[in-house]
């Protein structure tokens, strides 16, 4: 996409301030810069302090095995408002070291962790480069394109043993252990010591302050989770207690980690469809919009009418459910075991009851498909959702403000808590909910708007504080203005088709780069995908926001109690599914 | 109710003036009774499936009608571990603790197709292809995730299962000391200390070739 008349002036502006070390991106389909690696910290700076770049939205890396080149990949915005920046950085794979820009942005802490862990490649001068997802000791780093896995049958799908013949045989009786693992050669078990999380009690342990005069105070490690009621699934939390004060807190993550990315790059494009739905569980609806959005993007199509507003009254319906949820867990963490909860799984029962009739599935929709979306919408169901939009959900919505709002107990236990300031939530990259709580009026739905959003009237809703109190009103806001939208949408929505072109089930997806981005009810929801022309993406790489919001986790609990700490975690509201892919 | 009519059909014949009044029953069956209809769940959800788990406890399904009402965080007041979700091998260390920690007599169901089986993720690098492959489990319950119906069903097949257990073939009842299951070690990747000998027979194999190429060689031939 060289000297094309669009190019965003940012970087003709980089090119001018460093052109030794920065140059545009020639490869047709791809778009951003190139940068040396030696350079990397000064553009970033550049683009932080002069630009107004403060967002790290992801930081990735791409494998272009059989060459010697690995890519990683930083993707920036303004919080104000604005395009895409891209840079990429190129290192070899054999040694890959980049510098860490994690002192620059603290956001890219647990991606860069992440990159090192699924890719091998060092961040020099990252704070605390251990792996993320897998384990210490674990062998190998998966997503190298070299790297094949204990059940690898094929590089891409659909597997010839299973389609067109169907004679698929058990991936056990292939493997010598009858199981889904492998073992390096020389491996012994009867020897091998493992690391069994040393490294993460040691790095605890480190940040026990010296001792100061007489008094002396035993200090101790808590870990809660993985399996804890207050976790929200299977989230480990090892903290350093002073009595009931938190000194240090490590998110421990990847107790999930399914593989999201691995799979999805053998899988055929279409094939990655279900995959998302059970990314963020609770919004499959969400997930397959930022997906097909962003293969959209690359195939250049458009969905008709009827499919966008469809699209976009089950994005919102995704919405309300997941936050009404969000909100009985809140309160689950505060004590009220399971009595809000019910209330919220009661609205959230009938919109699933809405998802099953247009999908077929109550939870794992796959509703949607590049260039519109799978069925329509049943007549008798566009009149539940009328009926549900217009009467039964604002009053339930005012039930649970009347209830909680005003508790002394919910207001005591939320209210200064958890503060994240406006300049430490854009820092650490949060989005969604947390980063509209602490002030910051970025929706991506108003400041890059995709689909009709343009078009449909409704408010980003913020808040000041920066609390766990805030950004349960900003949830609470939020499911208004869903209604809103919501009702705009079933009046306006017109008849026609649903799909562009006819269905199919090998999509040809030109070569190139697309990131596609959707406000999820978690915040930035962002699908960063490269096809080489195959029927199967390159990479596929998906920007989870509940993970990008642990990141500050740390910072939001220490100082604070440790009965804080669970609720501070229901406020960031994180789905595992999503966290660890 | 059904429960209660067999109750009342013990398979002697009950005095006219007596019935409804007294029941008689055998030590087992009534003994199986009460503990099929106070089966408490641990809570424990692993991923997608359990919020169909939370949706089952839930008003609209509510499994309090089956006795199942009180989830219990903690493995030793449980009688029934639902895994419900993709067992990954990170987690698998810390499922296996639970199932040792809780106290006989106990159950496995296994929710939704990725404990079954491993599911739409199988072929996944960080992905245990079925819970049993580790833990006995009692249930299956398929789907992805399996709809509260399918839970419910899953969890009276167990209520049935119950039913027809034996008192003097349980296990706990006995003096033999019980015997836990070892718990995975993460290495290079999972591994089960009971498989330590054919682990270490292919790893150290005299051949060139990696063991995994070899073995598919084996295969084809």
Known sequence: MTDQPGLDPTYSDLLNEFPQAVELEARPGFTGVVVLTSALIDVMTYLRDRKGYDYLSSVTAVDDFPEDKLEIVYLLFKTTGGGIIELKVFTQRDEPVVPSITPLYQGAEFQEREVWDLYGVKFTGHPDLRRLLLWEGFSGHPLRKDWKEPFYEEEV???????????????????????????????????????????????????????????????????????????????????????????????????????????????????????TDRMDYLSSMSNNFGYAITVEKLLGVKPPERAEYLRVMMAELTRIASHTMAIGFLLNDLGAFFTPSLYALEERE????????????????NYFRFGGVVRDIPEETLKSVKKLVEDRLPRKVDDLDRYLTDNEIVRVRCEGIGVLTAEEAIAYSASGPILRASGVPYDIRKVDPYSIYDRLEFDVCYRQHGDVYDRYLVRLDEIRQSLRILKQVINQIPEGPIMTGKVQYMVKVPAGEAYGRVEGPRGELGFYVVSDGKPNPKRYHVRAPSMINTTSLEKMCVGGKIADAVTILGAVDVVLGEVDR | MEANQDLYKPGYEIPEELRQQVTITTLERIYNWGRSNSMWPMMFGLACCAIEM????????????????????????????????????????????????????????????CACGGGPFKEGYNVVPGIDTYIPVDVYVTGCPPTPQGLLNGLLTLQKKIKMEQMKETGWYSKEPVVEVPIPILGPDVYDPRKSDLIYTETHKPEVLSTEESTMEGESK
């Open chain 1, 157 to 275: 799908k659909p597997f010839k043993t299973r389609w067109p013949e169907g004679k698929g045989v058990r991936s056990e009786n292939l493997n010598p252990f009858k199981d889904n693992v492998q073992y390096p050669r020389d491996f012994d078990p009867n020897t091998y010591e493992p690391d069994a999380d040393r490294s993460v009690y040691k790095l605890l342990e480190s940040q026990i302050p010296a001792e100061t005069g007489d008094f002396k105070v035993d200090h101790l490690v808590v870990n809660i989770g993985p399996q804890h009621p207050s976790t929200h699934g299977v989230f480990r939390m090892a903290a350093l207690l002073e009595g009931e004060k938190v000194l240090a807190l490590k998110p421990v993550i990847g107790y999930l980690h399914r593989n999201h990315e691995k799979i999805g790059e053998r899988n055929t494009f279409v094939q990655n469809m279900p995959f």
């Open chain 1, 350 to 365: 009938l919109i699933l009851d809405i998802f099953e009739s247009v999908a077929g599935s109550r939870m794992m929709c």
């Open chain 2, 54 to 113: 939370i949706c089952t406890a839930a008003s609209r399904y509510d499994f309090s009608r089956f006795g199942m009402e009180v989830m219990r965080p903690s493995p030793r007041q449980a009688d029934v571990m639902i895994v419900a979700g993709t067992v990954t091998k990170k987690m698998l260390p810390q499922i296996v603790r639970l199932y040792n920690q809780m106290s006989l007599p106990k159950y496995v169901l296994a929710m939704g197709a």
